[in-house]
């Protein structure tokens, strides 16, 4: 049996130094600044951390979810990329590390981590139960454990079927995400009010999980959609990746912004329209003094402008718009979690300095970096799978 | 049969792979008026066929932002024009609250409008005589089989050819379909006199119905029966009592709860008796002047002088700075805004007994103000 036949004619092909590099600066740099903004500015460093970590949740875990929903759904056309999904989600492994400093800082950050606070102020000693210092950390921590276990089972699964080829590793990944999925739908959830509405401890709002969920699946889209375009234009995945596939991962990303805009447009109208004291607290202070440019900023970045550029089919066909407006989801996710963490930190406008610009070189350079190493020893497509042949040629 | 034509030539193929495979032959011999069935959409096809892309989807776009503009027009006018209410506070035309109408509004068009828009203009429906329609060809590609069928119409159409290529391609079933020319439309069917006269009869029956039914017969026996019930409406008439009034009023003697009857009733000299029970506080001076400037300054002026503001619609009345009103007692001008005087009407029913009393300290002030005690000066 030649081996062409066999791997499709998988080169093989490796990312080059050039790469890993480039992350590796982004990252050396931005660790620098940001250890360095800790000594200046602990607090504000901190919000930024916040943010740091649940955009690389984000993207590491909505790709797990991605991956997982195409065994549970037997999609086929999303089988000969299926692999740079997985590298993405190695971002999980490192969420531990991203948190770390956060959870010696936790005093600053959260309101509630105050006992005397807890027990004079009667809103929030009702949430005591769920708001404290220890049952945080042990959700936490069963939460990243939860993740990393997922993201081995199912990534070292996908990657013995490389060798092995045998079906029987396809149906047993078919499993493990069916179990994962519901344990994502929670684990989510609670991550984003565990680390983001917790920020404001007296408000709440229903929908926020879902809101961070439709901004999670968006970004790991987002990553996705720009490495796999990219990848296939360099040569790095089968021959024969189209215009069809193209077109899926456009109208995907497509339907994700829409999804957003609804998500965030319903915690908005039903807070606006009750007009509960309470509840609308949270938007004015989204609405006090800069904060407002930041969230017209928010609809334009996040819905208008992608909605508007990827709503024709051809646009969606085009390699060249697709990665250009990944790269913008992925910023405007960005902007999202801002808008979402910092007025906590800044409550009279938007702050932006030298602290919030070296999180996101960080950010970069994180996912670089881990997708480059994790890259080095794997192969870019899931080269076993029994689907591939048809995810290949699949037409729309 | 001398009216038969020739319609197409089909062929039969056992698997999609095939199809795909003969479609892309036919489109590559450069034939253009061909079809190609299958049971179910085969993925790819759209391709082997070199179909242009659709352009379906401008129709959407263009159904959507009318419904968009809609939408936006009809809740503005709604809600800011025709019935503008207060609800909770916020303005009139509240935008966020008209997004979820103006969206579902937007997708309804585009929804309904494509799909009346792919059946009467690109499918050009109505039409129910289609040649392939009843053939064997329509009925094997509905169940298991995929099928390819070239016009005649086609330019590069020759009978030998097409069955060879046919042949070529592994066709396992090849026959030909005939059709009578005068069954078949190619037009718009939607344009035609008869389809426009079938759907504005269709509207008048409709719209006519509608109408009749709501405006008419509504109001007609036995369907005004809800309608028109026996029992005792407010301020109409009734046919139960005697006096034909549906309201009834009050036991003589009787008076509403927290409502104390005027006793001097054209008595004004045991009026002049009462005294004014409410001390010149800040608060009842400024409910007297409040009371007073609403109802009493529109004749008698801001500062009582009698310079009404009305422009001579009504008589003017006399100044409140006459000797004669000043040396009134408060019962005495108490009097009069309850039962009012010459032309002017009681206030009975607008003021309160207290505000009465205020709108009086209010006057005393007013009058003091031109004729000043000397005390006041000190």
Redesign the interface.
């Known amino acids: 049996m030649s081996s062409s036949l066999t791997n499709f004619g998988y080169q093989g092909k490796e990312l080059p130094v050039k790469v890993r590099n480039i992350g590796l600066a982004l990252f050396l740099i931005g660790l620098v600044l940001a250890v360095f903004g800790y000594f200046v500015e602990p607090v504000r460093s901190m919000f930024n951390n916040i943010i740091l970590l649940t955009f690389i949740v984000s993207i590491g875990l909505g790709s797990l979810f991605f991956v997982a929903l195409e065994y549970v759904s037997g999609a086929i056309w999303s089988v000969p990329f299926r692999r740079v999904m997985e590298f993405f989600a190695a971002l999980l492994l490192i969420v531990p590390f991203i948190a770390l400093p956060l959870l010696f800082n936790l005093h600053d950050i959260f309101h509630w981590t105050h006992p005397e606070v807890m027990k004079t102020d009667k809103l929030l000693a009702g949430k005591a139960p769920y708001l404290n210092e220890e049952f945080f950390i042990v959700r936490f921590l069963v939460f990243a454990a939860l993740w990393i276990l997922f993201y081995f089972a199912i990534t070292l699964t996908s990657k013995k079927q490389d060798i092995t080829k045998e079906t029987k590793l396809t149906r047993r990944n078919i499993k493990i995400s069916a179990v994962f999925i519901p344990v994502f739908a929670l684990t989510v959830s609670f991550t984003a009010i565990d680390w983001l509405m917790t920020l404001e401890p007296h408000w709440f709002s229903t929908i926020y999980g879902v809101y961070y969920f439709s901004g999670t699946v968006l970004a790991a889209l987002a990553a996705g959609t720009y490495a796999i375009v990219n990848l296939n234009e360099k040569g790095y995945l089968l021959k024969g990746l189209d215009k069809d596939h193209y077109y899926s991962l456009g109208a995907l990303l497509f339907a994700f912004i829409n999804f957003w805009a609804y998500i965030a447009?319903s915690q908005?109208?039903l807070i606006?329209?009750a007009?509960l004291p309470e509840e609308t607290i949270w938007f004015l202070q989204r609405w006090n003094g800069s904060w407002k440019y930041i969230s017209i900023l928010l609809i334009i970045v996040q819905f208008v402008v992608p909605y508007f550029g990827l709503l024709?089919?051809?646009s969606k066909k085009d390699g060249k718009k697709l990665k250009f407006f990944a790269l913008w989801i992925l910023a405007a996710h960005y902007i999202d979690l801002y808008w979402l963490a910092m007025p906590t930190f800044s409550k009279e406008g938007f702050v932006l300095g030298w602290i919030e610009l070296a999180y996101p070189i960080l950010a970069v350079g994180i996912v670089v970096l881990v997708f480059s190493l994790k890259s080095k020893k794997n192969n870019f497509v899931a080269i076993g799978d029994p689907k591939l042949k048809r995810g290949i040629e699949?037409?729309? | 049969m001398s009216e038969k034509k020739l319609y197409s030539y089909t062929a039969l193929f056992n698997t999609p792979d095939e199809i795909i495979h003969a479609t892309e032959k036919v489109s590559e011999k450069g034939y253009k008026n061909y079809d190609v069935n299958t049971p179910y959409p085969v993925?790819?096809l759209?391709?082997a066929m070199k179909l242009p892309?659709s352009k379906l989807?401008y129709i959407a776009l263009v159904l959507g932002l009318s419904g968009i503009m809609a939408g936006l027009l009809m809740t503005y006018w709604m809600s800011a024009v025709d019935y503008p209410i207060n609800i909770?506070?916020?303005p009139v035309f509240s935008f966020?609250?008209y997004?979820?109408i103006i969206f579902e509004i937007t997708v309804l068009f585009a929804s309904v409008g494509t799909v009346l828009a792919m059946l009467l203009f690109f499918f050009k429906l109505p039409n129910n005589s289609h040649p392939l329609h009843g053939t064997n060809y329509m009925k094997a590609v509905s169940s298991d089989k995929y099928g390819i069928s070239i016009s005649a119409d086609d330019k590069l159409f020759i009978e030998e050819e097409v069955i060879n290529l046919f042949k070529e391609l592994g066709s396992t079933e090849i026959h030909p379909v005939y059709y009578d020319e005068v069954e078949v439309n190619y037009k718009n069917k939607i344009f035609e006199p008869n389809f426009i006269m079938f759907l504005v009869v269709a509207f008048i029956l409709t719209s006519g119905a509608t109408y009749v039914t709501l405006n008419k017969l509504m109001y007609m026996v036995p369907f005004d029966w809800m309608s028109n019930q026996e029992k005792v409406i407010p301020q109409s008439k009734s046919m139960f009592y005697s006096d034909g009034f549906g309201m009834r009023t009050p036991v003589e003697g009787t008076i509403a709860r927290g409502h104390i009857p005027y006793p001097y009733k054209g008595n004004p000299e045991a009026a002049s008796a009462m005294p004014n029970p409410l001390l010149p506080s800040k608060e009842n001076m400024k409910i007297g002047q409040q009371k007073y400037d609403t109802y009493c300054s529109p004749c008698h002026g801001f500062h009582a002088e009698g310079d009404s503001r009305l422009r001579g619609q009504f008589p003017n009345p006399p100044s409140l700075h006459s000797e004669k009103v000043r040396n009134w007692t408060d019962g005495r001008i108490f009097h009069v805004i309850t039962e009012g005087q010459n032309i002017m009407p009681a206030y009975n029913t607008q003021l309160t007994n207290d505000e009465k009393w205020a709108v009086i300290l209010h006057l005393r002030a007013l009058q003091r103000s031109l004729n000043a005690k000397e005390t006041d000066l000190q």
Do not use: V
Request: glycine fraction near 20%; hydrophobic fraction near 30%; aromatic fraction near 20%.
């Open positions: 447009f908005f109208l606006w329209y007009n024709s089919q051809p699949f037409k729309l | 993925h790819g759209d391709g892309p989807g909770g506070g916020k966020p609250a997004i979820p």
